[in-house]
């Protein structure tokens, strides 16, 4: 029996996309010297902005006129190439995260020409589009260059910040040199040497990848430290209420009645929904710190890091900003999970309580319709005890009145022991009526009630 295509081609669409590369034929383009501008952006909401970044992108590959032939568009990357006259070359690389999205704008002059230098693009007619999606994250000006290091004084010219940071980094011949200060343009600068042996294209890929994945993940997570400070203190209030309502709670829960219950519950349940709310924020923007801090010290690793002579090391300053935040950002959202399993404690001791008085309340209530029903119970007795007595006083009276009429025609000799004798007979017959009476009544009502069930008709 053959078997349906469709699932098997599903498979192999899924394989190719999970093994496919399409930033490997970017390195064919790629060469030293160049200058780099990095820009990532932090959405929103990424669901939406994801794929009008993607447009962007696109807008831009027409705004720079890139041909069609020279360029990579996939589902969240994308690249284009354009040769200028002179033999410049304008790589715009763009990529989207779960996350942020980011652009890599690659200037590669002729080697000819000489050295790159910090600032604009100088790409012929180059101006890149304004964009409005998202928050900035990071701005980064790289040059990679295969001259060696300047000297300290050139790199203190050129990076401004009072601390300069520099390693080796993958090789001894690829160093790179840092302040991690901003520039008058809001861009970090990063003076990187290759090496003259090691500027293949490959090579040029993995250090920008490496500095910029570095930089993207330690400006999200110290951008939530706002947010953090501000829960922080939150947290802290919300706790000390906590503390308070529970002493409260605890030493008069065992005489408070319905009325101070239900304020402690209202009171409670306004809190709760103020740390679910609070919660829900900061799970939300915090969640992903820990994975985000696993890939700055992963990319930290990978680059083999070495000491550079009259350098602080570039890990240094990385790993001083980003120690302990992933840490105390998952011990704030355990606290506030604590506090909420609190609430929701205290709220569960209070609806027992309210439970037993209702329980309390209910048994009082059956014990006196207990005590009712039987009171109407004997009351009922009586009244059918009077009723057949009524009955037989009436039966016997109109008995008395035939007697009567017929000794008055002779038919009976003794009215009088006639009516007396037919004093018990009207008994017999007034307990006879009552009890015919209560079964008939009962019967039909018997009948009323399960009458709607029988000719209900079928759905």
């Not at 807008?59 to 360029?71: D, G, H, R, W, Y």
């Not at 994945?213 to 706790?239: C, G, N, W």
Request: net charge neutral.
């Amino acid at each position: 029996m053959d078997h349906p295509e469709m699932p098997q081609s599903g498979t192999d669409a899924l394989l190719r996309k999970l093994h496919e590369r399409p930033q490997i034929p970017l390195t064919e383009w790629l060469r030293a010297p160049a200058h780099v501008h990095y820009k990532a952006f932090r959405m929103a909401d990424p669901p939406t902005q994801r794929a009008a970044s993607r447009l962007e992108f696109q807008s831009m590959l027409s705004a720079f006129k890139i041909p069609a032939e020279s360029t990579v568009l996939r589902e969240t990357f994308g690249y284009g190439v354009r040769e200028a006259e002179n033999g410049d070359r304008l790589i715009i690389v763009w990529q989207a995260h779960t996350e942020y999205y980011n652009y890599q704008l690659w200037h590669l002059p002729l080697p000819k020409k000489g050295e790159v230098t910090f600032g604009p693009l100088t790409f012929p007619q180059y101006q890149f589009p304004a964009t409005s999606l998202g928050t900035v994250v990071c701005r980064l000006d790289i040059l990679l260059t295969a001259e060696a290091v300047p000297s300290r004084e050139r790199m203190r010219s050129l990076l401004p910040g009072p601390v300069l940071y520099g390693s080796r980094i993958l090789d001894e011949q690829t160093s790179l040199v840092t302040s991690f200060t901003p520039d008058e343009l809001g861009r970090e600068r990063y003076w990187v040497t290759v090496g003259l042996q090691r500027s293949n294209p490959s090579h040029l890929k993995d250090i920008v990848d490496a500095i910029v994945r570095i930089e993207t993940y330690y400006h999200l997570l110290l951008m939530q430290k706002p947010l953090f400070s501000a829960a922080i203190d939150q947290v802290y209030k919300f706790e000390q209420v906590h503390l308070k309502q529970r002493e409260i709670i605890t030493g008069h829960i065992a005489h408070a009645n319905s009325e101070t219950l239900q304020r402690w519950l209202n009171s409670l349940t306004q809190d709760l929904l103020k740390t679910n709310r609070i919660s829900g924020k900061l799970h939300f923007e915090l969640s992903a710190s820990l994975p985000y801090d696993k890939i700055v010290h992963a990319t930290l690793g990978s680059l083999a890091e070495k000491p550079l002579e009259s350098y602080r090391p570039f890990s240094d300053f990385v790993l001083s900003g980003i120690t302990g935040v992933a840490d105390g950002y998952q011990q704030l959202l355990k606290r506030i999970e604590t506090l909420r399993g609190g609430f929701e404690g205290i709220i569960s001791i209070i609806r027992a309580r309210v439970d037993l008085i209702l329980q309390a309340q209910n048994l009082t209530l059956l014990q006196s319709v207990d005590k009712t029903t039987k009171s109407q119970v004997i009351l009922q007795h009586t009244v059918e005890g009077l009723s057949v007595i009524v009955i037989a006083y009436y039966v016997a009276g109109l008995g008395g009145y035939i007697f009567k009429g017929l000794q008055e025609m002779g038919w009976l000799k003794n009215a009088h022991i006639a009516s007396a004798v037919f004093v018990p007979i009207a008994i017999g017959l007034a307990f006879v009526i009552t009890t015919f009476s209560k079964k008939y009544l009962h019967k039909k009502l018997v009948g009323e009630h399960s009458q709607p069930g029988v000719d209900k008709p079928d759905q």
